[in-house]
Nanobody
């Protein structure tokens, strides 16, 4: 099992940037695929990005491709989401997730953080 704690959310102007971090507990971080999801009020949870165990393979949702970058540091048990060119529609609670299945499948994530709020002011 793995525990996940997100940080880095906040208020940003449209067009600005934020970097989210997700720290994982345990010694087996590198055995998990990692992903970022988001959920805005009244909307379903959206799979934003996923990264394979080694970090060599990455998935992005079309809505964020070219603006967001997911990365991981297995030595630090941390996964990141760099968000550039933020838009009002990016505002949501962002969740970090871990799973032992396919990094690109939103159905394969089993462990979740509590979420961090991202607010975009237009």
């Amino acid at each position: 099992q793995v525990q996940l704690v997100e940080s880095g959310g906040g208020l940003v102007q449209a067009g600005g940037s934020l970097r989210l971090s997700c720290a994982a507990s345990g010694r087996t971080f590198s055995s998990y695929s990692m992903g970022w999801f988001r959920q805005a009020p009244g909307k379903e949870r959206e799979f934003v990005a996923g990264i394979s165990r080694s970090g060599e393979s990455i998935y992005y949702a079309g809505s964020v491709r070219g603006r967001f970058t997911i990365s991981r540091d297995n030595a630090k048990n941390t996964v990141y989401l760099q968000m550039n060119g933020l838009k009002s529609e990016d505002a949501a609670v962002y969740f970090c997730a871990a799973g032992q299945g396919d990094y690109s499948s939103r159905f394969r994530y089993e462990y979740w953080g509590q979420g961090t709020q991202v607010t975009v002011a237009s």
